[in-house]
């Protein structure tokens, strides 16, 4: 049999593999990054509204009105 009769050569099948490999080795990459990207906006996050928390904490022990919004309730925040 001839590689005329649509039988791909060794040489297509290296690089199809490679291509496949490469895609899903970004793809890793690519996820990991997003989940990185996650759980540090969760940690973020997490940590403005323990300091919210505790300072609601210390008003209330002082007998302070506390009125501040919680995160995400008030102005828009950068």
Do not use: C
């Amino acid at each position: 049999m001839s590689a005329g009769l649509g039988f791909p050569s060794a040489r297509v099948l290296r690089v199809a593999a490679f291509s496949i490999i490469t895609v899903e080795v970004g793809n890793v990459i690519v996820e990991y990054l997003i989940v990185d990207r996650y759980k540090r906006g969760q940690k973020k996050e997490r940590q403005k509204w323990l300091a919210w928390y505790e300072r609601q904490q210390a008003a209330q022990r002082e007998g302070r009105i506390f009125d501040e919004p919680p995160p995400g309730m008030g102005e828009k925040e950068e």
